[in-house]
């Protein structure tokens, strides 16, 4: 004798197939809408992170990514401006020399911008490189000739390639005065010296898109903050006298140069007869230092 099926027991409607799929909506629901919320509920992020990092200055709100700014303007300098003075006593060609002139100049005259800026608004300086760029500095101090040129080029370029960014989403959200100009100057200056070290030839442009896509550009420092300003930031050491404003720019090379030696009579007689209308000589200007006076009652 067959046993009787038994008939369903009430209740256990969230079972059957209509249940079930109004649960999983349900789950996905909350799996969407929550790390929403715990996100922007959290402190310690976006906005509530530059809130807590930004002061008041009588040239605007001071953020602590326009503090890191300003101090990665200096400790640029602090290492580009030496290694452009190397380019001039050692590249093997004059387009390497002029790049190398290039970086001595505009950093010369960033160096100036950037120690009225921090003058103004009390913000202490570094007056020495950090590690990495002591070890940029140690690879150029031991190549030589030709290695030299392509080590100069490559890891300069790299270099400006990752602050170009950098410099940007400050100009874009700063909300200083001084800082906003110090930006400005930035990226006139470090665009020239894209510009002048890409003209040398030895750029490796494939190797330059694999580095930059593997180190990505470097965040701006949010955790621990940079210091707000301080009634006595301490003594800053210039880099260099002021710098003649303006010099000329080489005309972009397709690949490196084959010169392998400077030939001190031929630089002689293209000193004393100008440059080539052929050539395509551009000039870079640098501005005048700006001091930006706010009177807020």
């Known amino acids: 004798m067959r046993p009787r099926p038994r008939p369903p027991i009430q209740g256990r409607g969230i079972f059957n197939g209509t249940g079930l799929i109004v649960v999983g909506l349900a789950a996905t629901l909350v799996a969407l809408i929550f790390p929403v919320w715990s996100y922007e509920d959290r402190s310690g992020t976006g906005v509530d992170v530059l809130n807590a990092e930004t002061v008041a200055t ?17 400790l640029a300098g602090l290492w580009e401006l030496p290694a452009g003075r190397q380019a001039q006593a050692k590249g093997t060609t004059e387009a390497v020399r002029t790049a190398g002139r290039h970086l001595v100049e505009g950093h010369a005259f960033l160096d100036e911008r950037v120690r009225t800026v921090a003058a103004q608004l009390g913000l202490a300086l570094p007056n020495d490189p950090t590690d990495q760029q002591r070890d940029w500095l140690g690879t150029l101090d031991a190549a030589q000739g ?6 100069f080029a490559n890891i300069l370029r790299l270099a400006h390639g990752r602050v170009f960014s950098l410099v940007a989403q400050v100009r874009a959200g700063t909300q200083n005065a001084l800082v906003r100009d110090l930006a400005d100057d930035a990226n006139t200056t470090v665009l020239d010296h894209i510009k002048v070290l ?3 030839g030895y750029v490796d442009f494939a190797g330059l898109a694999r580095d930059l896509a593997a180190g990505s550009t470097p965040p701006v420092t949010r955790s ?3 210091p707000g300003p301080v009634a006595d930031p301490g003594a800053v ?5 002021s710098p ?5 720019l080489p005309p972009a090379a397709t690949g490196p140069p084959r010169q392998t030696a400077p030939d001190p009579s031929a630089l002689a007689s293209t000193l004393a007869s100008g440059p080539r209308p052929d050539e395509g000589e551009r000039t870079v200007t640098y501005p005048r230092p700006r001091v930006r006076i706010v009177n807020k009652a």
């Open 58 to 74: 009588r040239y605007g709100p001071l953020s602590g990514p326009d503090r890191d700014f300003v101090t990665k303007v200096r």
């Open 146 to 151: 030709e290695d030299f040129d392509r080590e």
């Open 198 to 200: 890409e003209a040398t």
């Open 224 to 226: 621990p903050a940079p």
């Open 237 to 241: 050491v210039p880099l260099a006298p």
């Open 244 to 248: 003649d404003p303006s010099y000329p």
